[in-house]
């Protein structure tokens, strides 16, 4: 499934298809604007495989996706094609961090038959806990990850992230202006969160550390992320099924 919009296509903000996109989205100033704050979580949520079997994945919400291209468009200098660029890019990549945090966990999980996993304690005793709070490191590294895996935007697309996550809760809007070794900092202490409260109750001696490569480590031999192994659903939250089949083909043409 390719989700972005074919390489050499003629994408225009004002022909008659996209006009009916904006349209039908015309309430789309009531979001992603200086009193909401919304994130990209809201656009495109990550299952986990922990939770929902084979139906983990990265789920875009087809009107929510729309709205924030159009909020790119109106307050930005981007064109159409680098709207809709940045809004997947930044979605997809948000989406893949909270899915690689996972797989580290999976990876340094030596849990017995019976068991609770490291990464479901981890969900429950620490993220449930702190969300919402500037103790929330998950979402904030989410946030930095979405710049860290495009260091080719220019001051356009920094701009308009920055001044999204400046608007938004605690614990995302963090991740605005995290430096570099703060954010090497921030993943050492996600990493002690994730594998900690396990390795206590195992004595420390039976996760292995030795070879184990450490969270900035795996994150960052990531870089970039090619989405291998993580589905991406697209979600009708249209009132309508026409609605939701009319904004699909005009924004995701290649699907």
Known sequence: MELYFAKGQVVSANSIAFNQVKLKLREFEYYFNERRCENLDLVGTYRPYHFNDDKFGLYIYVQMFGMYLLSILKNSSLSLRESHTLALDSILTHGSFHYLIERFCTL????????????????????????????????????????????????????????????QREGYFQGCQLKSEDYQELLQILENQLIGEKEDRNLKGNIKQDNQPSLYDFIHTNIPFRYLGLPVYLVNDCEKLEDFMNIVQILFPQI
């Open 108 to 167: 340094r999980d030596n849990s017995q038959i019976g068991e609770e996993k490291l990464y479901s304690i981890y969900k429950k005793r620490i993220y449930c806990q702190v969300w919402g709070t500037q103790e929330c490191f998950e979402e904030t590294l989410a946030n930095a990850f979405v710049f860290e895996s495009n260091p080719s935007w220019d001051r356009r697309h920094l701009d308009y992230i920055r001044s999204l996550y400046s608007r």
